[in-house]
């Protein structure tokens, strides 16, 4: 708690807190939706915004405010499940690789390597253009976890290997902790803050390509969203036809989960970097 | 070295991943002309299997084919495309990659140098005003990703201002060709896809060279200088912006396929004739032998812009070239 309280004196940290914690309201409304948000031609199409539809109707026949309800929703889980299951492949990675060193690490240091250069974007898209349809919110989170563990194991590798050179490994050493009493009691509670940092990071961008995938129209079309919101409103040319209100939903909100998930990342590692910690400690005091 | 070990583990992907997949494309391809509903005898539909397993290069084992791929690879043969049947697709590739290569190359040069410059500025005089508004500005973009700012350039401009046409290349009933008329046209169709991939960069670059320059501003020979009396202009140009160009190169490599990856999206919102208008229509009409092009062909790009990063290198070292 106390940390909370320390973060939100930070102006950054207190936008991206906030607008997540609205984004989070709307997405917890849409257990609330009075209707099945896969079906189509409820209501009239392309109504503007009104009272009865507070963000208009789209071509569809769908409320926008609700399908962006749940566009926010599994767009969050999505990202939840690529940032989870990226950690624990970087983790396991970076801790194996910082500790053992060796023939090991410079094998996995390999692999992160070419990950880390390929281009990621185009491999992607091959996969998912031919397993299309069949990718659930899961299996898209799955695959893109697969893909977003390279640079934080590298972050993760050079802090174990910074511990390992310490004093207290070599005292737990010769005091007879195994090795995995060591790494994990010992180191973990050292690599945890870089990990809470990089799941953030992470999360925006499992979501930036989730709807980069979406408007390519290679994840599956008929959940709800962030990405398939915009690719059913490009695929209607809800611009030439100036619906613009079906556009701006879902641009306006991915903006600002963007810059507040950004904002919570950057303020959070400034927090967790001492040296800025106690310039930060400095300003308030003055 | 790691140039052509990128190319090779990423081709070799590009042959693994729709091996290893579940969906049979020879198949996937039959369904949808059994779908429109001509009726085929169970000897055409053998014979065409036969094609299509040809055409796609899934003939033999799986070391033969790996072997073919190669082979034909290196001839610059991805088959013809299936959306404009006997076009093959490296020509509807090489008619839009060079919208796409004029896009991307004068976005990210441009946006590099402005970014620099400004970084620079920022990180010189980083206590005057205008000089936090401006990182604040940065920070705030910074995290948006390409095709969603493309979309609120496109409202704004396209939509609610007209000032600026809102999809293609050109206009519709012009040719190409030399003329005033033509170029103008041009710019005025590339100028907010190019606008929206600029500003992101701007202030990516922005903001690392403000780190990068203010650390420099920390170090010895700048205190140094400055106790010796140089203009501050000097100061900023020779010393500080110089120093600090190293690490923006590398990260204009890094960054590469970042850029290239919003570039395609980009495109399909300002429906430009580029690759990603192309990848766009491939995936929608199931073209496989496309998909498979633009994707191998995108690896060598990016792989090979940076090559040529690193070939530069020794360019900008003053170390490297004084040795």
């Not at chain 1, 991206?16 to 199409?45: E, K, M, Q």
Request: with cysteine.
């Amino acid at each position: 708690m106390n940390v909370l309280r320390d973060l939100l004196r930070d102006g950054k940290f207190r936008f991206g807190f906030i607008v997540i914690c609205i984004l989070l309201f709307l997405a917890f409304l849409s257990f609330f939706c009075p209707y099945d948000p896969t079906r189509w031609n409820i209501f009239p199409r392309d109504l503007p915004p009104s009272f009865q539809h507070i963000l208009g109707t789209n071509s569809k026949g769908q409320d926008v405010f609700w399908e962006a309800t749940f566009a926010i929703r599994n767009s969050l889980i999505i990202s939840v499940i690529a940032a989870l299951f990226s950690r624990i492949i970087a983790i396991i990675v970076g801790l194996v690789a910082g500790y053992l060193g060796g023939r090991v690490d410079r094998f996995l240091m390999f692999l992160s390597d070419s990950f880390l250069i390929l281009p990621l974007l185009p491999i992607l898209i091959l996969i998912s253009s031919l397993i299309k349809g069949h990718l659930s919110l899961f299996s898209l989170g799955i695959l893109l976890g697969i893909f977003g563990w390279p640079w934080d194991a590298r972050l993760i590798r050079a802090q174990v290997l910074s511990l390992r050179e310490r004093e207290f490994t070599y005292t737990s050493i010769l005091s007879g902790y195994s090795t995995l009493n060591l790494v994990i009691k010992e180191y973990f509670p050292f690599v945890l803050p870089l990990v809470f940092s990089t799941v953030i990071n992470n999360m925006g961008w499992s979501i930036g390509l989730e709807v980069t995938l979406s408007i390519l129209g290679l994840s599956n079309l008929a959940i709800p969203t962030l990405g398939t919101t915009l690719h059913w409103a490009i695929n209607y040319q809800a611009m030439l036809l100036g619906i613009w209100w079906w556009l701006l939903t879902p641009i306006v909100i991915s903006v600002f989960l963007f810059i507040s998930l950004y904002l919570l990342s950057v303020s959070i590692s400034e927090y967790s970097d001492p040296r800025t910690r106690i310039q930060r400690i400095g300003i308030a005091k003055e | 070295m790691s140039y052509f070990l990128v190319i090779f583990v990423g081709l070799t992907i590009v042959f693994i991943v729709p091996r290893l997949s579940p969906i049979d494309p020879v198949q996937q391809m039959i369904n949808t002309i059994t779908m429109m509903g001509t009726y085929m005898d169970p000897e055409a539909i053998e014979k065409l299997t036969e094609t299509l397993k040809d055409l796609y290069g899934l003939r033999g084992s799986l070391w033969q084919q790996y072997l073919t791929f190669w082979g034909r690879f290196l001839r610059g043969d991805f088959g013809p495309s299936f959306f404009r049947f006997p076009v093959p697709v490296i020509k509807l590739i090489g008619d839009s990659l060079p919208w796409t290569i004029g896009l991307l190359s004068i976005s990210t040069f441009l946006s590099w140098l402005i970014g620099n410059i400004l970084g620079g500025l920022c990180g010189f005089f980083y206590q005057k005003r205008w000089a936090r508004a401006l990182e604040n500005i940065a920070m705030v973009i910074r995290p948006i990703p390409y095709y969603i700012f493309a979309f609120i350039l496109l409202l704004v401009f396209g939509y609610f201002l007209k000032l600026f046409p809102i999809a293609g290349g050109f206009g519709i009933g012009s040719t190409p060709s030399f003329s005033l008329r033509f170029i103008t046209e041009l710019i005025r169709h590339a100028f907010l896809p190019l606008l929206s991939m600029m500003t992101l960069g701007i202030a990516v670059t922005l903001q690392s060279m403000r780190l990068i320059v203010q650390n420099v501003l920390r170090e010895d020979f700048i205190v140094f200088a400055k106790a010796g009396g140089v203009r501050n202009r000097t100061l900023l140009f020779k010393y500080a912006i110089r120093n600090a160009m190293l690490p923006q190169i590398t990260g204009l490599a890094l960054s590469m396929g970042q850029i290239f990856g919003g570039a395609l999206i980009t495109e399909i919102v300002f429906s430009y004739p580029g690759m990603g208008t192309l990848l766009y229509n491939a995936i929608n009409t199931g073209d496989y032998n496309l998909i498979m092009g633009i994707t191998a062909i995108s690896i060598i790009g990016i792989a090979t812009f940076i090559l040529i990063i690193d070939l530069l290198y020794p360019l900008f070292d003053p170390r490297i070239r004084y040795r």
